[in-house]
């Protein structure tokens, strides 16, 4: 089982095939080949939520509008 590399950012074909190499090295191990993937797609996600929070449009605060009282209104 190897790890399907597709992420929203743009990355370098050499660390695709570093993987790759490193998943290869460790057909044997399938505890470590287990961890290799799932620290990938941790990875994954975080750099896809990252970039997706770069481009959302900031949150602003909540704050109450200054109401003016009934006697101010005269001046």
């Given at each position: 089982m190897f790890f399907n590399v597709s992420m929203a950012e743009k990355i370098d074909?050499?660390?695709?095939?570093?993987?790759?190499?490193?998943?290869?090295l460790?057909?044997?191990?399938?505890?470590?080949?287990?961890?290799?993937?799932?620290?990938c797609v941790m990875c994954n996600d975080r750099l896809n939520h990252?970039?997706?929070?770069?481009?959302?449009?900031p949150i602003?605060?909540?704050?109450e509008p200054n109401l003016s009282d009934h006697e101010s209104d005269d001046d």
């Open positions: 074909v050499r660390n695709i095939l570093e993987i790759q190499k490193i998943q290869e460790l057909v044997n191990h399938p505890d470590l080949l287990s961890m290799l993937t799932i620290v990252e970039k997706k929070s770069l481009t959302d449009p602003e605060p909540h704050t």
